[in-house]
């Protein structure tokens, strides 16, 4: 019986073996679970502070917070208009197709400060003024034609999402007049508000 036993032996050495490789066919299967992860992006536009573009300023002093002031607004010999110009900057970035809205609220340069009561015959008392911007792929013009005061607004599509500098250029013509070209302008502090509008068409 005794030559017997190391068979016996080599016969559970090899069971016990087989044990475990079993065991790993087992844990080796593939196991699959679904696990969401969602999330959500807003639509979202944002402009930053305006910035002067370097070389684009003609007869303004710079730029104050958000306020230009015009060096010159009148010829000391003639008192009509003097040209200006001024190109500012925006880094800018919107996520989807959207629309740019720029809005004057006077529709031109007009008294602000309350100086004229009447209108004098040949007297400018409110300037036109020309704006550009450009954002992307697209642009748009405005004229300020200081006809009647009042808010007036241009609209530019925008077809895709953008992001970098949105470009705003601001025009006085030489003897710009709401009367006729080169008309003495009235004394007083003239002004208007643009308001730049980054939204969903």
Excluded at 151 to 169: F, I, K, P, Q, Y
């Amino acid at each position: 019986m005794s030559p017997l036993r190391p068979f016996v032996g080599v016969a559970l050495i090899g069971s016990t073996l087989l044990l475990p490789v079993t065991a790993e066919a087992q844990l080796a299967a593939t196991v699959d679970r679904a696990f969401p992860v969602n999330g959500n992006a807003p639509q979202v536009c944002s402009i930053q502070p305006a910035k002067l573009q370097a070389g684009e300023l003609v007869n303004f002093r710079g730029l104050d917070g958000d306020t230009l002031q015009i060096e010159e607004l009148t010829d000391q010999r003639t008192l009509a208009a003097r040209p200006a110009s001024v190109t500012v900057s925006f880094d800018a970035v919107c996520n989807f197709p959207h629309r740019v809205r720029i809005e004057s609220q006077n529709n031109g340069l007009w008294p602000t400060d309350g100086s004229m009561s009447t209108q004098a015959q040949g007297f400018a008392y409110a300037l036109p003024y020309r704006t550009r911007i450009d954002w992307g792929s697209a642009s748009g013009n405005f004229l300020a034609d200081a006809k009647v005061r009042r808010l007036v607004e241009e609209r530019v599509n925008v077809n895709a999402a953008t992001a970098g500098v949105l470009s705003l250029r601001i025009e006085i013509d030489a003897g710009a007049s709401n009367v006729q070209t080169n008309a003495p302008v009235l004394a007083g502090v003239y002004g208007d508000t643009l308001r730049i509008f980054m939204e969903p068409r």
